[in-house]
């Protein structure tokens, strides 16, 4: 099955939707600031990549492409996983600093292949 461009955009919305939704809960759970700049960072993060890709037409197509849409899902679900489980705010946020970088592997994967 190949990814279309509408999924590609949806994976990384939702990705910054979810972290935005769970930002206060996950703030009051902070213990240090370290924590709570990687959980704001984080968002940030996801929320730049979505507008990025919002404006860009993420309707290139091959395996690089697909194989940058397959592993950002399979990040999202990890992350949603670790919410589900209530794992340690920690590993929470490092679960959603690696979904920043597929999604945004993602975006630019879709983006550059279109270019050349």
Avoid: C
Wanted: avoid cysteine; hydrophobic fraction near 45%; proline fraction near 1%.
């Amino acid at each position: 099955m190949s990814s279309s461009a509408a999924d590609r955009l949806d994976v990384i919305y939702t990705s910054w939707k979810d972290a935005f939704d769970r930002r206060a809960d996950d703030l009051k759970e902070a213990v240090s600031g370290e924590q709570a700049k990687a959980i704001v960072a984080n968002v940030s993060n996801l929320e730049e990549t979505y507008l990025a890709a919002a404006k860009q037409a993420l309707d290139a197509t091959g395996p690089a492409v697909e194989a940058a849409y397959t592993q950002a899902v399979a990040t999202k679900q990890a992350v949603e996983n670790a919410y589900a489980q209530s794992v340690a705010l920690e590993q929470r946020i490092s679960a959603v600093g690696k979904l920043v970088g597929d999604v945004a592997n993602l975006a630019a994967s879709a983006h550059h292949s279109a270019a050349t």
